[in-house]
């Protein structure tokens, strides 16, 4: 571009701007003589200043000389990158130009630059914007190839980015003049866009030089542009893990793009008109996402190794569709259309696979096989639309397009998996695919309908119903969508048929076991189609008869072997004959059904003859289920050939045979191969001289084995002997227990484990105490030599011997014997060496199968590790001293082992529980422990002091608390005591048997809460110093605490035993100091005012969390917690209800939390339209606290009790029920914080009830003061008080009243009367169901409508919402059933002159249909008549009458009240088909009266 003169002009060589700038430049010009010195040019220019005294003129001819030199020897080119005087130094051609003001170096570089730009461009005759573009455009190009001779990048090193961002200032300045135009230099960029980084684009776009969508748009090839963007988005992927600095760009990068591309490319309504929006952007930005997502999904099928580039370009882009991406548009639809398109483009990614490989092959498409990038990519996805979308979606995508079979299963076991209200929804796109594939017998939609429903059972019953039970509840009744019918049969076993060469031998087992339901003309389709199957079933060499009984069909596993199955069958049959004490259906079913099985496999695996030992207890022996040890002598053992008592098998064995379930021969044979096998056991225990039985023989071998072992392992020299000793050992421990040679594999089944009576068979428990006395006697002889440390793999493998055989259960058990039951009396060695063995147990945690507890464990096994932390409570003093005990030698043990191994090693041999235990105990017991730790390191951690006779516990606990090794641990994620496992550990504790007195207990609490929790940070499992943080956690987990089925108390006692647990109470306490500090102290800083307070939102949160619905199991379940959730509010200060006025005026006490936990949760428990005395009572002592320190006490009562009547009538009704003993106590705390009379609002209270006794009492009535809904409520409240038997006289006094009142009172005894069937101690039935019909005689009788009562919604404004908010929604829903238990009181006459009469009764028929399917009706009727009521009538009665009374009132309603018939014959379906001909004909009879006429014939 610039002239370049001199030999050396084709050479790139820097500007002259920063030669002459330059202080240090080489001489431009040589000294007199040869050799001379050459002197600068600045030095040139200053001597010619001296020398020459120039006047004005000649200063500026010389300037405008010096600029015409400086123009036509620029390198343009050079000069746009080197504008920038070096760090510190000045331009000398500032001083030249006399440029001394602030901005001045930039100000000239821009006006030089500029003057350059627009001489060059005159000369060659182009705009100078053009031109200016073309030069940015170079420079942009020569930065971007600094480095070429890298590998393909898409980021700028350090050095570019500071060169670019000089290019960038020059560009922004020659914007600012209107010399750059940006058109063209887009254009410039296309013809080198091999040259670009995708980073220097992205800065033109981040600095407003040109925006992304300018520059992709400027280009007429939108293919190439594709295909360029595809490609460095993939590098920019490779690269998102490079060092920090490129690392945060390449996010930022990517970001941006993916951004771009999802607004612009998922626009809603893009307008194509002219040019408002380009249509070339949405086209580059959606191809460029498909392509990215493409290329991932095909190298995803192709495998990647991890941390390979391609894994983690692929791991990138699917971190895209993380919801934070796109935070800046998510208020805009674009997102989730993009994700919405992506699921298409992901269901439909190369379609190859066929229905038959997709039938084969979808079991290797389960969630747990996905791949995890895969699986990862679905959830992100599900995060952004609801289930009913995602189902939705992938309905469509499934009816008009062809679909990846292996993208779209596994999306559906994801779905089903990860989302729980999806699963419901697959179930029920299932049902509509059946349906439709029935009714227009179509193929496809069969085909999808088993495939979708087969996946969804591969994850189990938790997310699906399991195969077999869909099959059968799909098409095994006459509901099923074959309908019975010959066609959709014909239709159905074709398909079956077509599927048979390629099912897997499981789903034919199914079809064959439970078969569809098939009418008795139609059985040769189905017996056709189990010929066929059973055909297929022998060539894969798998049989129908030699199932076993408890054969898991929806299992697509391998098929066991039938002698595995049969022994597996014979284990189950026993467990279930032990909990029922009958002979197990399946055993029975296989008895007639399958008789093959039973007789060749099932019998033979139950009737194998044994020998069994027998126990006489000595006089003092224990009992294993009391805990105490068993003492098992020589003498006391004898041997029969059958238990003295039958134990379950043998019971079983008898029970089969009574029943003639077992061949006399077969049994016959039985018997005599057990006399057999115990002749010689017999002879031995009349104490004859005979050789030591099958039985003693093993048990001396084995401790003879064991005594060798420990020879091994103290004699330093025998090391190398000791894997074969233990060889011998693992064969002894074989013979001791009896285990053959097929039995000695690793058990993979959960290990079935009851703590509180834990069970051992005597030869089980003999071989088990040799174990663990040898154990812990090797480990105190090694000790005694050598550390742990030094000590060889000895250890190791002797717990690897016990774990690889059956003896695992029967050492967990007799641990937990020792430790939970028998732990006082256990020595110090026996301690330490089972704190070794539970140290070696969790080094082999890998190879152990899990532990489960019992019924009040979790749902999921315990890792063998975890259970120790079940072992060792820590509720008393001496549990709490066992703990610590064991928890110093487990620990020391483990630090010394293990010291030289790395750190992984050291927290999988620990248990985190048995740390935190640790921690527990040594803050509550060493008061040192609870100053900073002073880090100590003692020559090891104290191992060696533990193996002394006589142990100082304390002493070691301290020295260990000290090791500079612990406090590490104890940092350790995982291993921290957090704030809420101390307050689960000590509310454990039982006070009564605490090592700490009261005073000292409260001390430690305050201090573990004030001192170390609250002010430790979160991350430390502290609070962060929010002292709301600690209240809401102690809730929550005090809450579980009482709700866990070992603590709670069924009692409805609210004095706060909470869950039976009395330490409860000290910690309660804390919780109230803290709750009174809360609301004492300051605002948290950033904390508005109106705040939820956190006790709400605890019990929002816990509900929220329970399982929703109308069955008694889940609303039984809800009042559990909500009266935990009672009980808490009641325990803490009135002030919770009722907070701190509000900021505005007038301020009024903020009650909004407690009035919206009242209607929708305690409403909803609520009896007869009121809440019980102790929460009304807690709630205005807390208005009247709150109303005494406003200032003006009478105006705050009046403003929250106003609001009550909108917001929360319960809480009115509630006192009217409770005014006799609320209102002295109202008046007494009222005298204490004003002398004025009771507010007016209170007193409005007292009117209404003084309204309800003078109605009572037939004295002169006054006017109802208003509201009427309340006087309605205090009356409804007085009647029931007053119990009496009719009240037709004292309603008549309430003539002159106002309507309001009467249909109001209607109301509350309909509440009454639903509520005397649902509280057994509540009014009678009849009385209310009399009290109801006198109210409604007299609306009746004053023609005043009521019908209005029945249609109550939300929506409804004034008296309707309020009545709503009083009455339970259960209630609500039970209001058919009070319509027609008035049946017999309506006027039917003028009913059916209403309006609405026709739509109100049909409406309560149909819901009280509805109610019936449901059971709600019959619980009802079942605690009424639970209660000794005398219950009118029955469900099924209660309906007859009002079908009958319908189907007698329809023909006689005018033709008004038909206006809604359409919306009626709709609802009303296939509930009641005559009532809705009734309908039907009466509205055709009405709009053509010629044709419904009787014909006259005469």
């Known amino acids: 571009m610039g002239r370049q003169r001199g030999p050396d002009a084709g050479i790139r060589r820097p500007g002259l701007v920063r030669d002459m700038s330059a202080s240090q430049a080489r001489a431009a010009v040589s000294g007199p003589g040869p050799g001379g010195l050459r002197r600068s040019w600045a030095e040139l220019l200053e001597g010619r200043v001296r020398r020459q005294k120039l006047g004005p003129e000649g200063e500026q001819k010389v300037k405008e000389s010096a600029l015409r030199l400086l123009r036509s020897h620029l390198n343009l080119g050079d000069l746009v990158l080197e504008v920038e005087a070096p760090p510190g130094k000045q331009l000398c051609l500032s001083r030249w130009f006399d440029c001394d003001s602030p901005g001045a170096h930039s100000d000239l570089s821009c006006s030089l630059i500029g003057s350059a730009l627009r001489d060059r461009a005159a000369r060659l005759g182009v705009p100078v914007a053009v031109l200016s573009s073309q030069v940015v455009a170079c420079g942009l190009v020569r930065v971007c190839e600094a480095d070429a001779g890298l590998p393909p990048q898409v980021l700028l090193s350090p050095e570019q980015r500071k060169k670019l961002s000089s290019l960038f200032e020059v560009a922004e300045n020659l914007s600012a003049q209107n010399m750059f135009s940006r058109l063209s230099f887009c254009q410039e960029l296309w013809k080198v866009q091999n040259s670009l980084l995708l980073e220097a684009v992205w800065r033109l776009h981040v600095q407003k030089i040109v925006s992304l969508q300018e520059l992709l748009e400027s280009r007429a090839d939108p293919c190439a542009v594709v295909a360029w963007l595809s490609r460095d988005l993939r590098l920019l992927c490779e690269q998102t893990e490079a060092p920090p600095p490129h690392a945060a760009v390449a996010r930022a990068v990517l970001a941006d793009f993916v951004q771009m591309f999802v607004l612009r490319g998922f626009q809603k309504n893009a307008d194509v008109r002219g040019n408002v929006e380009p249509e070339r952007m949405p086209q580059v930005a959606v191809a460029v996402l498909e392509r990215m997502l493409a290329s991932a999904l095909e190298a995803l099928a192709a495998g990647m190794q991890e941390g390979s580039p391609a894994h983690k370009a692929v791991s990138c882009w699917f971190g895209i569709f993380s919801g934070h991406m796109y935070r800046s548009i998510i208020s805009t639809e674009s997102p989730k259309r993009f994700f919405c398109h992506t699921l298409t483009q992901i269901l439909t990614h190369k379609p190859v696979l066929k229905v038959s490989d997709a039938i084969q092959m979808q079991r290797d498409w389960s969630f747990a096989r996905t791949p995890p990038l895969l699986s990862g990519l679905y959830r992100r996805l599900f995060v952004i639309l609801s289930p009913e979308e995602l189902v939705g979606h992938l309905q469509e995508v499934l009816e008009t397009q062809e679909v990846n079979w292996q993208h779209m299963l596994s999306c559906v076991s994801t779905l089903v998996t990860c989302l729980p209200d999806a699963q419901q929804l697959v179930a029920g796109w299932v049902a509509r695919l059946l349906a439709r594939a029935f009714e227009s017998c179509d193929l496809d939609s069969m085909v999808s309908a088993f495939l979708v429903a087969r996946q969804a059972a591969l994850e189990g019953p938790a997310a699906f119903p399991s195969y077999a039970a869909w099959f059968q509840a799909t098409f095994g009744s006459t509901r099923g969508f074959h309908g019975c019918s010959r066609k959709g049969l014909v239709f159905l076993f074709k398909f079956l048929s077509d599927l048979v060469p390629f099912e897997a031998p499981r789903y034919l087992q199914v079809h064959v076991l439970h078969p569809p339901l098939v009418p008795g003309k139609y059985r040769t389709l189905l017996s056709d189609y189990v010929a066929l199957a059973r055909t297929r079933l022998a060539d894969l060499k798998v049989s129908i008869e030699n199932m076993g009984l408890y054969e898991d069909l929806s299992s697509v596993g391998d098929i066991m072997e039938p002698h595995s199955r049969a022994a597996r069958d014979v284990e189950k049959a026993i467990v279930v004959f032990e909990h029922t004490g009958k002979i197990p259906v399946a055993v029975l079913e296989a008895s007639i059904f399958r008789r093959s099985y039973y007789l060749s496999h099932f019998l033979p695996a139950l009737l194998t003859p044994r020998v069994v030992r027998t126990r006489l207890h000595e006089p003092g022996a224990g009992s294993a289920e009391h805990g105490a040890p068993v003492r098992v002598s020589p003498e006391s053992c004898v041997f029969s050939q059958l238990p003295r008592v039958p134990d379950s098998r043998e019971a079983l064995v008898e029970s089969l045979r009574r029943a003639d379930k077992i061949p006399p021969s077969l049994y016959s044979t039985y018997r005599q191969a057990c006399c057999t096998a115990g002749e010689k056991p017999e002879d031995a225990a009349l104490g004859r001289e005979v050789e030591p039985s099958c039985a003693e023989e093993p048990l001396g071998l084995l401790t003879a084995a064991l005594q060798e072992l420990r020879a091994s392992v103290m004699a330093p020299t025998r090391h190398d002997a000791l894997e074969a000793q233990m060889a011998v050992v693992s064969d002894r421990l ?93 020595g110090a060695s026996h301690v330490l060496g089972l704190a070794a063995l539970a140290v070696h147990l969790g080094e082999s945690r890998s190879a152990l199968p899990e532990v489960c507890v019992g019924p009040s464990a979790p749902a999921r096994g315990l890792p063998v590790p975890q259970l120790f932390d079940s072992l060792l409570p820590c509720g008393t003093r001496e549990s709490s001293a066992l703990c610590l005990k064991f928890c110093t030698a487990a620990i020391s043990y483990s630090l010394c082992k293990f010291s030289s191994q790395s750190h992984d090693v050291l927290l999988s041999c620990l248990s985190p529980g048995l740390i935190k235990k640790f921690q527990f105990i040594m803050f509550r017991w060493f008061s040192e422990a609870r100053d900073p730790p002073s880090w100590e390191d003692p020559a090891g951690p104290p191992w060696r002091p533990l193996c002394l006779p006589a142990v100082d516990w304390q002493r070691a606990a301290l020295c260990l608390w000290k090791q500079r090794t612990l406090q590490e641990l104890l940092k350790q994620e995982g291993f921290q005591l957090t704030y809420r496992d101390w307050l689960q550990l000590e509310l454990e504790v039982q006070p009564e048997a605490d090592s700490l007195s009261d005073t000292e207990r409260q001390e430690f609490q305050q201090w573990a809460i004030h001192q170390h929790f609250l002010p430790a940070p979160s991350g430390a499992g502290g609070c962060d110093g929010d002292l709301e943080v600690a209240c809401t956690t102690l809730v929550d987990v005090l809450m579980d605490v009482c709700q866990s089925s070992k603590n709670y108390d069924h009692s409805q006692n609210s004095d706060l035993v909470l869950g039976g647990c009395t330490g409860n109470r000290d910690i309660f306490s804390r919780l109230q100091e803290m709750a009174a500090d809360l609301e004492q102290g300051p605002a948290p800083p950033g904390h508005a005012v109106a705040r939820e307070h956190f006790l709400f939102g605890v019990f929002r949160r816990r509900l929220q969390a329970l399982a929703g619905g109308w069955d008694v199991a889940s609303r039984l379940q809800r009042q559990r917690e909500l009266l935990t959730c009672k009980r808490v509010l009641l325990g803490l200060p009135p002030s919770v209800l009722v907070g701190g006025p509000r900021a505005e005026q007038p301020a009024d006490p903020n009650c909004d939390d407690f009035f919206h936990w009242v209607n929708s949760e305690l409403r909803n428990v609520s009896h007869g339209g009121a809440l019980t005395h102790d929460v009304t009572a807690h709630f205005f002592r807390g208005l009247l606290n709150a109303c005494a320190r406003s200032r003006d006490p009478s105006l705050a009562a009046d403003l929250t009790l106003t609001a009550c009547q909108t917001q929360c009538p319960l809480l009115l009704t509630s006192a009217l029920l409770w005014w006799p003993c609320l209102e002295p106590e109202l008046h007494r705390r009222w005298g204490r914080c004003s002398r004025s009379p009771l507010p007016a609002q209170l007193r409005r209270l007292q009117e209404a009830q003084h309204f309800a006794g003078s109605v009572l009492s037939r004295l002169v009535v006054p006017p109802a003061p208003g509201p009427a809904w309340l006087c309605a409520a205090a009356l409804h409240f007085a009647i029931r008080r007053a119990r009496k038997e009719s009240i037709g006289r004292e309603l008549g006094q309430l003539d002159g009243q106002g309507e309001e009142l009467l249909v109001s009172l209607f109301f509350f005894s309909l509440m009454g009367l639903l509520s005397s069937h649902l509280t057994p101690q509540a009014v009678s039935s009849p009385k209310a169901l009399d009290i109801c019909a006198e109210v409604l005689g007299r609306l009746q009788g004053r023609r005043i409508s009521w019908l209005p009562l029945f249609q109550l919604t939300e929506a409804d404004a004034g008296l309707g919402r309020t009545l709503l908010r ?24 003028a009913l059916l002159q209403e309006d609405a009469f026709l739509h109100v009764a049909v409406n309560m028929y149909l819901k009280l249909i509805g109610l019936f399917v449901a059971g709600e009706t019959g619980t009802l009727w079942t605690v009424a008549c639970g209660g000794e009521l005398r219950a009118q009538g029955d469900p099924v009665s209660l309906i007859t009458d009002a079908r009958l009374f319908l189907l007698r009132a329809i023909p006689r309603c005018p033709k008004r009240s038909f206006s809604h018939v359409a919306e009626l014959l709709a609802a009303s379906g296939d509930c009641d088909p005559d009532v809705s001909a009734a309908l039907l004909h009466r509205q055709q009879a009405l709009l053509h009266p010629d044709l419904h006429q009787e014909p006259r014939l005469f």
């Open 734 to 826: 074989c013979s001791a227990l009896g285990l053959g040679e097929d039995s000695v594999g690793v058990e993979e089944a959960p290990v079935q484990l009851s703590i509180r009576a834990p069970e051992l068979r005597p030869r089980e428990q003999r071989v088990v105490d040799l174990v663990l006395t040898s154990f812990c006697q090797n480990l105190m002889a090694a000790s005694s030599l050598s550390p742990p440390d030094r000590q060889g793999p000895w250890a190791s493998r002797f717990v690897r011997t016990l774990c690889g055989r059956r003896l695992l259960p029967a050492v967990l058990a007799r641990l937990c014997q020792l430790l939970r039951h028998q732990g006082p009396s256990l």
């Open 1366 to 1389: 009083v009455a339970p929604d259960h209630q609500v829903r039970l209001l058919p059933v009070a319509f027609y238990s008035l049946l017999s009181y309506f006027d039917e006459d």
